[in-house]
């Protein structure tokens, strides 16, 4: 069973869906408005099987994230405020969170303005599948 010390230090690179879809960035337009993003659902046949170093950055605008449960739990409505949320800089280095796909499958999120949220998991293929 990998460590958290191998989890942080052996993370993947950013790549687009054409070269490695486990671990291309997604990004969702971001705004004043609180949403939804499942994150694992959007990998498809490529969402991880177990818990991942998940990476967020956040471009433009500063964003309040949380996560919450994705599908095929209901997913609530999104209710992320800049008093409840964990915030992600803009134009500063992303965080990186150890999440649950089944626990964390969906990020609530709402933006200081119009931006775009990147998100990426970061575990390589071998510790992303481990339960």
Known sequence: MATAEDLFFYISPPTVAAIDPAHQVLTVATSGTAANYDWNTALSTN?????VMLLLEASTEDVYV???AGLPT???AAATTVVNGLIIK???PGRVFH???ELHGTVDFIAT???TLQIQVGS???FRNKQ
Not at 47 to 51: D, L, Q
């Open 47 to 51: 969402a991880p099987k177990g818990s």
């Open 66 to 68: 949380r996560f919450k």
């Open 74 to 76: 209901v997913v609530t």
């Open 90 to 92: 803009a134009d500063q």
């Open 99 to 101: 999440v649950n796909p």
């Open 113 to 115: 303005g119009v931006g």
């Open 124 to 126: 390589p293929i071998g």
